[in-house]
């Protein structure tokens, strides 16, 4: 099992917290996001890791066994970003993971196993996080339905916490025969509309051209930071000792 790492992105919404590195690089309990990232892929038994860089990608280089680049970064979105490791995902299943969350590395185990060309977690606790996180849960949350452990919806504003199942954590698992199917959902929308999508809005795609992805429930023991209130929180919890349920520290 390999492991890309899509880390091309500045994360502005940080503010100065980026103007010289990668969010990913920012620190929070005694490591920096990225380190606490390669530690549970590790600690679950993954091979090579790579990360696909951009915005001062030369920072990330001690972090991977091989760095690739999105040399567009700037003006495209996260699924530019992770064809950028198109030769790796035709030859190999990979755990994909986003550059600004922290996890357990069971997260990671349950996700290694399943047999799925495409599959993804996603944290039916999501509502104890985002309530310490926002005011409203809803203002941050993305309609989610998984049904017999496969997704069935995924994206859109909720009216109604109803609505949200369960909320999508920025992990998946693409086999060779599940990056097929998505090199050819691109081709069919064009590079346009590719350039824009994110990986949620693909997720959907897969989804309407009928490609199943597994959902693998799992509850808390991680977090996404977005802003430096995220930071903020984390922090304080870590500081102040706190039993959270989504402490991803092992």
């Given at each position: 099992?390999?492991?890309?790492?899509?880390a091309?992105?500045?994360?502005?919404?940080?503010?100065?917290?980026?103007?010289?590195q990668?969010?990913?690089?920012?620190?929070?309990g005694?490591r920096?996001l990225?380190?606490?990232?390669?530690?549970?892929?590790?600690?679950?038994?993954?091979?090579?890791i790579t990360?696909?860089?951009?915005?001062r990608q030369?920072?990330?280089?001690?972090?991977?066994?091989?760095?690739l680049?999105?040399?567009?970064?700037a003006?495209?979105?996260?699924?530019?970003?992770?064809?950028?490791?198109?030769e790796?995902?035709?030859?190999?299943?990979?755990?994909?993971?986003?550059?600004d969350?922290?996890?357990?590395?069971?997260i990671?185990?349950?996700?290694?196993r399943?047999?799925?060309?495409?599959?993804?977690?996603?944290d039916r606790e999501?509502?104890?996080?985002?309530?310490?996180?926002?005011?409203?849960?809803?203002d941050?949350?993305e309609?989610?339905?998984a049904?017999d452990g496969y997704?069935?919806?995924?994206?859109?504003?909720?009216?109604?916490?109803?609505?949200?199942?369960?909320?999508?954590?920025?992990?998946?698992?693409i086999s060779?025969p599940?990056?097929?199917?998505?090199?050819?959902?691109?081709?069919?929308?064009?590079r346009d509309?590719?350039?824009?999508?994110?990986?949620?809005?693909l997720?959907?795609?897969l989804l309407?051209?009928?490609?199943?992805?597994?959902?693998?429930a799992?509850s808390?023991?991680?977090?996404e930071?977005?802003?430096?209130?995220?930071l903020?929180?984390y922090?304080?919890?870590?500081?102040?000792?706190?039993n959270w349920?989504?402490?991803?520290?092992?």
């Amino acid at each position: 099992m390999r492991a890309i790492i899509l880390a091309a992105g500045r994360g502005s919404r940080m503010g100065a917290v980026t103007d010289d590195q990668p969010k990913c690089l920012t620190e929070i309990g005694g490591r920096p996001l990225i380190a606490w990232q390669t530690a549970a892929l590790r600690e679950a038994a993954a091979g090579d890791i790579t990360i696909i860089g951009g915005y001062r990608q030369e920072l990330l280089e001690p972090h991977a066994d091989q760095i690739l680049e999105n040399t567009r970064w700037a003006d495209t979105n996260m699924v530019v970003t992770l064809a950028a490791a198109s030769e790796i995902l035709r030859h190999h299943a990979c755990i994909i993971s986003y550059s600004d969350i922290l996890y357990h590395p069971d997260i990671i185990r349950a996700l290694s196993r399943s047999k799925a060309s495409i599959a993804i977690t996603y944290d039916r606790e999501w509502e104890k996080l985002w309530s310490d996180r926002f005011d409203d849960p809803l203002d941050d949350a993305e309609r989610f339905e998984a049904q017999d452990g496969y997704l069935v919806s995924i994206g859109a504003k909720p009216s109604n916490l109803e609505e949200v199942k369960g909320q999508y954590m920025g992990l998946l698992k693409i086999s060779p025969p599940g990056w097929q199917a998505i090199e050819n959902h691109l081709s069919v929308i064009g590079r346009d509309r590719a350039d824009r999508l994110d990986m949620t809005g693909l997720l959907g795609g897969l989804l309407q051209d009928k490609i199943p992805v597994e959902a693998i429930a799992i509850s808390g023991k991680w977090c996404e930071i977005d802003s430096q209130i995220d930071l903020d929180l984390y922090r304080r919890n870590i500081s102040e000792g706190a039993n959270w349920s989504h402490d991803w520290r092992w």
